[in-house]
């Protein structure tokens, strides 16, 4: 008794969320007749009385007015069901379905479980005798591209809908978990190898360092004789003045040192990171080592071999 009252409840729950049926030429004709017969268990012989009153609670406005005036014409499910198609079942349904079925494409982001049924229910409800061998080819033809080259290998072997279901998972779930292992995989790996920031205050340093070179030689070349004691530079000996030119001499050979000694630092420092820079596989500077049109599709870019491109010792292959 407990388990009646349980189907009663889960049928009354599938009743209540069926949509109500209007007679207007929007609503599928199809769809609402399938859900009434599967929640009734209507067959073309059924007479139980209670189904059409089952039907009769979900017609509103027109429809439910042409069943109260026809409700003697029906003897069993079929008379009913007859007369209904017959009313309010478009003529060019089939066509538009068809239409419909031809044009349906697997979205990308779409699981091959959701688009298997989408395709399956079209079919029936075009021709509800179709063969499943017609169903697998509608399937086949709209299947995402990334599935259906490994499929057509297998379609001499394919019979059934449920084997094409049981292959066109096995192919999306391969697909899958290679996806994730290459996003995996190239997340891990460093392409090309990142700029040392912490070179750069040095840098800036020897740069600063430079432009005060410059100033002070512009200041020396304008003022040679400047000092702190300037008010008693008139007084100086020639002694004097000859050392202190001396001095400016020996200064100025030093800057002269130093200048070109931060030159090469930075020459050096801006080659250096120029060919830390380079493709490791061609050596040009245009594209990153990832990007590279004759990278190899296994092992290390470069060579092939089992380690990552920025651990090859082989020089770049494509010069």
């Given at each position: 008794?407990?388990?009646q009252?349980?189907?009663?409840?889960?049928?009354?729950?599938?009743?209540?969320?069926?949509?109500?049926?209007?007679?207007?030429?929007?609503?599928?004709?199809e769809?609402?007749?399938?859900?009434?017969?599967?929640?009734?268990?209507?067959?073309?012989?059924?007479?139980?009385?209670?189904?059409?009153?089952?039907?009769?609670?979900?017609?509103?406005?027109s429809?439910?007015?042409?069943?109260?005036?026809?409700?003697?014409?029906?003897?069993?499910?079929?008379?009913?069901?007859?007369?209904?198609?017959?009313?309010?079942?478009?003529?060019?349904?089939?066509?538009k379905?068809?239409?419909?079925?031809?044009?349906?494409?697997?979205?990308?982001?779409?699981?091959?479980?959701?688009?298997?049924?989408?395709?399956?229910?079209l079919?029936?409800?075009?021709?509800?005798?179709?063969?499943?061998?017609?169903v697998?080819?509608?399937?086949?033809?709209?299947?995402?591209?990334?599935?259906k080259?490994?499929?057509?290998?297998?379609?001499?072997?394919?019979?059934?809908?449920n084997?094409?279901?049981?292959?066109?998972?096995?192919e999306q779930?391969?697909?899958?978990?290679?996806?994730k292992?290459?996003?995996s995989?190239?997340?891990?790996?460093?392409?090309?190898?990142?700029?040392?920031?912490?070179?750069?205050?040095?840098?800036?340093?020897m740069?600063?360092?430079?432009?005060?070179?410059?100033?002070?030689?512009?200041?020396?070349?304008?003022?040679?004789?400047?000092?702190?004691?300037?008010?008693?530079?008139?007084?100086?000996?020639?002694?004097?003045?000859?050392?202190?030119?001396?001095?400016?001499?020996?200064?100025?050979?030093?800057?002269?040192?130093?200048?070109?000694?931060?030159?090469?630092?930075?020459?050096?420092?801006s080659?250096?990171?120029?060919?830390?820079?380079?493709?490791?596989?061609?050596?040009?500077?245009?594209?990153?080592?990832?990007?590279?049109?004759?990278?190899?599709?296994?092992?290390?870019?470069?060579?092939g071999?089992?380690?990552?491109?920025?651990d090859?010792?082989?020089?770049?292959?494509?010069?």
């Amino acid at each position: 008794m407990t388990d009646q009252t349980l189907l009663a409840k889960a049928r009354k729950a599938r009743f209540d969320d069926l949509p109500n049926f209007s007679g207007h030429p929007s609503e599928d004709v199809e769809r609402f007749l399938k859900s009434i017969k599967n929640i009734t268990k209507a067959n073309d012989q059924s007479s139980n009385h209670e189904i059409l009153e089952i039907v009769r609670g979900k017609l509103t406005k027109s429809a439910g007015l042409w069943f109260d005036n026809n409700e003697s014409d029906f003897e069993k499910w079929s008379d009913f069901e007859t007369a209904f198609r017959n009313r309010y079942f478009p003529a060019t349904i089939i066509s538009k379905k068809f239409d419909k079925l031809k044009q349906r494409k697997q979205l990308h982001d779409e699981s091959i479980v959701s688009y298997y049924d989408d395709i399956v229910n079209l079919c029936q409800e075009i021709d509800s005798n179709m063969s499943e061998h017609h169903v697998i080819q509608h399937l086949m033809s709209g299947l995402n591209p990334k599935f259906k080259k490994e499929l057509f290998r297998r379609e001499s072997s394919i019979k059934t809908l449920n084997e094409f279901l049981k292959y066109a998972k096995l192919e999306q779930d391969l697909h899958d978990i290679y996806e994730k292992d290459y996003q995996s995989s190239s997340e891990s790996t460093q392409v090309y190898p990142l700029l040392d920031h912490t070179s750069t205050p040095s840098l800036t340093a020897m740069i600063k360092q430079s432009r005060q070179y410059y100033y002070q030689k512009k200041h020396t070349n304008r003022y040679p004789n400047y000092t702190s004691t300037q008010s008693s530079a008139p007084k100086r000996n020639s002694t004097v003045q000859r050392e202190n030119r001396t001095s400016i001499a020996d200064k100025q050979t030093r800057n002269n040192t130093q200048q070109t000694s931060f030159r090469k630092q930075i020459y050096t420092q801006s080659t250096n990171q120029n060919r830390s820079n380079n493709c490791k596989i061609c050596g040009r500077l245009n594209h990153r080592t990832n990007d590279c049109f004759h990278k190899r599709t296994t092992g290390c870019y470069n060579c092939g071999q089992h380690h990552n491109v920025r651990d090859c010792t082989m020089p770049p292959n494509f010069q």
